[in-house]
């Protein structure tokens, strides 16, 4: 099984260890067809973008790129947190707009929105440290992640249920009423096949992506593949799976 994109590429923009150029030479260099640029939000401690502002930024470096190189298509994105209850992400509406594509996705190390949300996100910090907290923190992320798809409609949700567990079958439903893709983490080898039969059994879509923070990591979703073999998946439910007859239906979703 391969793969013809890979939409999950970090830059020196956020926490990247190289620059756009960098990672987009790679992509060019192992043949893909696509990619995407998709640093993270602003308010992730320490790594995120400066400003949202920057994502603009990022993508008239990517403009500049295409016509560099030609043959692979460039998409400017965002990897936007999910910094409240209800779902709230990190990038202005406005912003997320102008952008080619929006990943949502949860990370514990965030600037919460308001105080109402400092405990949830406190408690996602120390989880492993106070697990009597487990089943209360699943319903808040769940809740967190749906009110997110259900609100800005993300083409993807990166690595659902890694560090911040979740409920499959309630973020399964709203990825179906809003077609949005359920990302394999291959960087993080995320999540597991067991997972990966019960979501893909639920009718859910998947794509497959690096998170790279490397150029060498570029389009290394071997992991992928295997997971995806493993919960004996079937193709025309992979997104960005290289047969043609079953993938190839565009990932960008029209704001
Ligand atoms: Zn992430
Ligand atoms: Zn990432």
Redesign the pocket.
């Known amino acids: 099984m391969e793969f013809y994109g890979d939409y ?1 590429l ?1 830059s020196t923009y956020s926490d990247g260890h190289s620059s756009v150029e960098e990672m987009v030479k790679a992509a060019s260099g192992i043949g893909l067809e696509e990619i995407c640029l ?1 640093d ?1 939000g602003p308010r992730n401690f320490a790594v995120g973008v400066e400003s949202a502002q920057t994502l603009l930024q990022i993508k008239e470096e990517i403009k500049a790129l295409r016509e560099k190189y030609t043959g692979l298509q460039i998409y400017a994105g965002v ?1 936007a947190n999910i910094i409240s209850l209800d779902g709230q992400l990190d990038v202005e509406r406005e912003i997320i707009e102008k952008l080619d594509l929006l990943i949502a ?1 949860l990370h514990s190390y965030v600037w919460p929105e308001g105080f109402g949300d400092v405990p949830w996100i406190l408690g996602n910090q120390v989880a492993k440290v106070f697990p009597l907290q487990k089943k209360w923190l699943q319903n808040a992320n769940t809740k967190a992640l749906v009110e997110a798809i259900y609100r800005y409609e993300p083409e993807i949700i ?1 690595h659902p249920g890694l560090k911040m567990e979740i409920n499959i079958a309630e973020v399964a439903k709203a990825c179906l009423a809003k077609e949005t893709l359920w990302e394999i983490n291959a960087g993080h080898k995320h999540p597991g096949y067991k997972e990966v039969r019960e979501i893909a059994r639920r009718g859910v879509e998947f794509v497959v992506n690096s ?1 790279a923070h490397f150029p060498e990591s570029v389009g290394a979703l071997e992991y992928g593949a295997w997971v995806l073999e493993k919960a004996g998946v079937p193709a025309p439910q992979i997104r960005n799976i290289k047969e043609k007859e079953h993938g190839h239906e565009n990932i960008i979703k029209i704001r």
Do not use: I, L, M, Q
Request: glycine letters at 12%.
């Open positions: 999950h970090h998709a993270h990897e996705g990166s998170d």
